[in-house]
């Protein structure tokens, strides 16, 4: 009884891994396609802060929110989509008269910051562990053309095998770099929200939290 039961669940482990081969070989690819649409969007951002006649943060948000009618214009000068509508909800939050609105619009911006960044911090953990197990996954049907000598099989499997593993890590490299270079370049807008907010009303206490829970969880 324990040799059929012992059986019977080497049985089960193998056929569940073996349905999740193909999905994970298409994850994989997913997270590829992902990675490579983060690094277009960052291209854009940095395209945003580099081009001719781009100004600081500090003063596009002082400027939207010293005429908050035409705060929608202003805020086109901003580095980013985040920090854009960062600079009109600052701008709605200063004409509003409401003496919590700006401080409710940095946290509004913290939360975007943090959903924007999970997707990558997500990838760095997915795109090896996709790696993994698409690399382990084609190693037992391999093995077992290995005992009936079909060589040719095997050679496709551990093909497929070692393309998985540098998918994944390729996948967590380049998502961790974007993971660094988005915390360094939000924390340092965020740094200028704050001096424009401080500019406008010197007497409102630093946002700091902000920059302590991106920089805490870059990685």
């Given amino acids: 009884m324990i040799v059929i039961g012992a059986d019977l669940v080497a049985r089960t482990l193998s056929s569940i891994a073996a349905a999740l081969g193909e999905p994970v070989h298409i994850a994989a690819?997913?997270?590829?396609?992902?990675?490579?649409?983060?690094?277009?969007?960052?291209?854009?951002?940095?395209?945003?802060?580099?081009?001719?006649?781009?100004?600081?943060?500090?003063?596009?948000?002082?400027?939207?929110?010293?005429?908050?009618s035409d705060a929608d214009r202003i805020a086109r000068g901003a580095p980013g989509p985040l920090s854009e509508r960062a600079v009109i909800d600052l701008a709605a939050a200063a004409g509003s008269g409401r003496a919590d609105a700006i401080e409710n619009a940095l946290a509004d911006y913290e939360l975007r910051i943090q959903r924007r960044l999970d997707r990558t911090r997500m990838l760095v953990r997915a795109g090896p562990a996709l790696g993994l197990m698409g690399t382990l996954i084609p190693l037992a049907p391999g093995l077992s053309a290995l005992g009936r000598g079909s060589f040719g099989e095997l050679a496709t499997d551990l093909k497929v095998a070692f393309a998985a593993t540098v998918i994944g890590i390729l996948v967590g490299t380049i998502a961790f770099a974007l993971t660094l270079a988005r915390t360094r370049a939000y924390t340092e807008d965020l740094a200028g929200l704050e001096r424009a907010v401080a500019g406008r009303a010197p007497?409102?206490?630093?946002?700091?939290?902000?920059?302590?829970?991106?920089?805490?969880?870059?990685?």
Avoid at 34 to 41: N, T
Avoid at 42 to 63: H, K, T, Y
């Fill in 29 to 68: 690819v997913i997270a590829m396609a992902l990675v490579a649409l983060e690094l277009g969007r960052i291209a854009m951002e940095a395209w945003r802060r580099v081009r001719p006649g781009a100004l600081p943060l500090e003063d596009v948000a002082s400027r939207a929110m010293a005429a908050p």
């Fill in 203 to 219: 007497g409102m206490p630093a946002h700091h939290r902000v920059a302590a829970a991106v920089g805490e969880h870059a990685t």
